[in-house]
Nanobody
Framework: QVQLVESGGGSVQAGGSLRLSCVIS????????MGWFRQAPGKERAGVAS????????YYADSVKGRFTIPRDNAKNTVYLRMNSLKPEDTAMYFC????????????????WGQGSQVTVAS
């Protein structure tokens, strides 16, 4: 298990950009697959992007392809979610999560979760 602390959420106008950060505690942080998930009001939590430990494999939900990226810096034990061209439908609570089982967007594989960071996109 690792501890995850997110930051960087906020409010932005449609078309704007935000960057979320997730700091991973623990000496083995670089061995974890990392994912970003989001949950909008009244909706189920859904996968957004995920990345393997060495950044060899990256997955994106269709809804964010071409707009979001998920770089990670293992030297800083940090994974990011860069969000560009934001839309009102991107409004949600965003969670980072860690997995040693799978690097895909299957959230059942993720065993450690952050507290969430709110992103609000105004039209």
């Amino acid at each position: 298990q690792v501890q995850l602390v997110e930051s960087g959420g906020g409010s932005v106008q449609a078309g704007g950009s935000l960057r979320l950060s997730c700091v991973i505690s623990g000496s083995t942080a670089s061995t974890y697959c990392m994912g970003w998930f989001r949950q909008a009001p009244g909706k189920e939590r859904a996968g957004v992007a995920s990345i393997s430990p060495c950044s060899s494999y990256i997955y994106y939900a269709d809804s964010v392809k071409g707009r979001f990226t998920i770089p990670r810096d293992n030297a800083k034990n940090t994974v990011y979610l860069r969000m560009n061209s934001l839309k009102p439908e991107d409004t949600a609570m965003y969670f980072c999560a860690a997995s040693r089982i799978s690097c895909t967007l299957n959230q059942e594989s993720y065993t450690s979760w952050g507290q969430g960071s709110q992103v609000t996109v105004a039209s």
